[in-house]
């Protein structure tokens, strides 16, 4: 039977009407029963509005210009096939202070599947300072390896085929003087330069970000990365890339995605012309710009701000006149999602990162050990950030398929507003004087963290919900605990120059901070965990246990969040019962759990009879409504409800210094 047949006996879908918005919309509002549409709507932290049906109308004219794979403007994939062997550059850093433990670890990584390696310069170095040298003991062997000479390089990366294994350097102001050792330890190594690969990761703007100073001025460090482009040999591949345009100091800082995409692209464009002013052609000096993108635990959104920021790219080279090449863009874990508290769900955020840019196309994915916040994380997190790339590339198979999520109108229309709005925060960025005067004076740190306090307030009103936080706290958890190297040994052993970057007219700002989503509701719940004796709130339940359990427990979850024990029991059905209950539990603070019904019975008499019985907190789970005049004047402190915010709240119990509300201490 020939298709045209089959079709003539299949019609499948022609007997049914062709479905409209118009009636998929009437069947909402029916189910909605004249609730707000609103409600389904999905607001981005940029402001985009993300209905909860998309279309291909609502995707827009980009999505039909999207093109092939591996043809500009590269939307749907920088090639145009799957990687060999299904598997993505699989990339870690290399943190550990002591050259030659960061090389052992770097060993044991490449031969359990890690494919490059990231060397993170020590804090020092990326400001400039060798040993001896001014602030050198308050920045020696801190975040990062102590590499301070050519040989130090040479004891970190002892063991790896440089042949094999692409290297990425971190540098920070530094960035001439590692190139200089690479080389060096290239040449010793009797390797073909040919077939190095990797990136000499100079990134001045970043660093100035970061870092808050390049002591050898904005300026010259550009024209320095220029001619560092300039004096490598001609190469139409450039394996080994120069500049990194690391979108990480913004992220960290609370950049929201398409403020991550203006950055970008901004420093992208102040490093083309600084080649370009060395000697370079556009074409070639696109093809010495790596980028680096940030992302959290939003999927969609991950996907979306890749294909997006492929799109921004051509977009930029066309201006210039140049079509036809390709990003490299890899993705790092995004450090300000990850959690101290409950640290296990860590490995959760980065399977759904590790995800996002499998599909979205990501060359590299640099996936940040679960135990990161405990310290140097051991080899148990370093294996399982390994691994979680592995499982979901050869188990899963997320990359043998070129843009899978092509052809998703979601995916689609959301991949437009951020190639829409990111331009947009570019065009303004530029027309301000781009992101290094951004820094220099102050408006971008100020637009960034605007946007961190937005991101932290949605924290804090559970708005987005944080699994192990904000939400089903593991309480009385035992925190994790990561050996500490000996850093100072580590920092009397370095030898090399005072400094490696000569400080003539430095450029300074104030470094950009790390803004971590969670990092006021773990500092609370810290302070209580060590309070003696630990804030307590005894849950005086009204009614039966069907009339207060949804509060009761919603109540116990949102102090255990903050660290604050309850006491919870079976529900009393008298004030006097409830009252004479909490005196003798040794409680301080009380809240009352049950339903609008009881409290509008009980919950006045309740609450005058916990304050003569010595409460000196008296909470209620749940909006009041009328009954707030008749509840406060009753002795209600604080209604706790959804929406609340739980760091204003729970730090009237405990604030992060250990101190209760009156200055005195609980320790």
Not at 31 to 43: A, C, D, I, Y
Not at 61 to 87: C, I, K, N, W, Y
Not at 306 to 320: D, E, F, G, I, T
Request: glycine share 10%; proline share 5%; net charge negative.
């Amino acid at each position: 039977m020939s298709q045209a047949d089959l079709t003539e006996e299949l019609p499948l879908a022609a007997e049914f009407p062709t479905p409209t918005h118009e009636a998929w919309r009437a069947l909402v509002d029916k189910v909605l029963k004249g609730g707000s549409f609103e409600k389904l709507v999905h607001t981005t932290a940029d402001g985009i509005r993300v209905e909860p049906l998309a279309t291909r109308e609502s995707a827009g004219e980009l999505a039909d210009e999207a093109g092939q794979p591996g043809v500009s403007p590269f939307t749907r994939g920088a090639v145009a096939a799957a990687p060999e062997g299904g598997l993505w550059d699989v990339r870690t850093p290399m943190v550990h202070p002591d050259p030659a433990v960061a090389a052992q670890q770097a060993i044991a990584d490449l031969e359990g599947g890690t494919a490059s390696l990231v060397v993170r310069f020590d804090q020092a170095f990326r400001r400039g300072v060798g040993p001896g040298g001014a602030g050198f003991d308050q920045y020696g062997a801190v975040d990062g390896v102590a590499i301070h000479s050519a040989a130090d390089l040479a004891r970190a990366l002892d063991g790896v085929l440089l042949e094999i294994a692409p290297i990425v350097l971190q540098p920070g102001a530094s960035f001439v003087v590692a190139a200089a050792w690479h080389r060096e330890l290239v040449v010793n190594s009797g390797v073909d330069a040919n077939l190095v690969s990797g990136s000499l990761g100079a990134d001045p703007i970043g660093t100035l970000a970061s870092e808050g100073v390049l002591p050898q001025g904005l300026d010259r460090a550009l024209a320095e990365l220029g001619m560092l482009a300039a004096a490598r040999t001609p190469d139409p591949d450039v394996r080994l890339t120069t500049a990194m345009v690391d979108a990480g100091p913004y992220v960290e800082a609370g950049a929201t995605p398409c403020q991550q995409l203006a950055a970008v692209l901004s420093t992208t464009v102040a490093y083309l012309r600084a080649m370009e002013a060395a000697g370079l052609d556009v074409a070639q000096a696109a093809r010495h710009i790596e980028i680096t993108l940030v992302l959290d635990a939003e999927v969609f959104e991950g996907i979306a701000l890749l294909r997006a920021a492929r799109r921004l790219w051509s977009a930029v080279l066309s201006s210039c006149g140049v079509e036809d090449v390709a990003p490299r863009i890899g993705v790092r874990t995004a450090a300000r999602m990850m959690t101290g508290v409950d640290p296990w769900v860590n490995l959760l955020r980065v399977t759904a990162t590790t995800f996002a840019a499998a599909v979205g196309g990501a060359d590299s994915v640099t996936a940040l050990p679960f135990d990161v916040e405990a310290g140097l994380s051991d080899e148990l997190g370093r294996r399982m950030a390994r691994n979680t790339q592995l499982v979901l590339a050869l188990e899963s198979h997320l990359a043998e398929v070129v843009d899978p999520a092509g052809g998703s109108y979601h995916l689609e229309t959301l991949t437009s507003e951020f190639v829409t709005h990111g331009w947009a925060a570019f065009t303004a960025l530029e027309s301000s004087g781009g992101i290094a005067a951004g820094l220099l004076d102050g408006s971008w740190p100020a637009a960034l963290a605007e946007s961190a306090a937005a991101r932290r307030k949605d924290v804090a009103t559970r708005r987005r919900p944080v699994t192990g936080v904000t939400e089903f706290p593991l309480f009385d958890e035992a925190p994790l605990v990561r050996a500490a190297p000996d850093r100072a040994a580590i920092r009397s052993a370095a030898a090399g120059d005072a400094e490696h970057v000569r400080s003539t007219e430095p450029t300074t700002v104030t470094a950009l901070p790390i803004s971590r989503d969670t990092g006021e509701i773990e500092a609370i719940r810290r302070a209580a965990e060590a309070t003696t004796p630990r804030p307590t709130v005894f849950l005086a339940n009204l009614g039966p246990i069907a009339t207060h359990t949804a509060r009761s427990t919603w109540a116990k979850n949102f102090f255990e969040v903050g660290g604050v024990a309850t006491i919870g029991n079976d529900g009393f059905s008298s004030a006097e019962a409830a009252a004479d209950a909490f005196a003798a539990s040794g409680a301080t603070m009380v809240c009352l759990c049950s339903s609008d019904a009881r409290y509008a019975e009980l919950g006045a008499s309740t609450a005058e009879a916990l304050r003569a019985k010595g409460a000196a907190r008296v909470f209620l789970a749940g909006a009041p409504g009328d009954l707030r005049g008749e509840l406060e004047a009753a002795g209600v402190d604080t209604f706790v409800h959804v929406g609340v915010d739980l760091v204003a709240v729970l730090t009237t119990i405990v604030t992060p210094d250990g101190t209760n509300q009156d200055g005195a201490s609980f320790q």
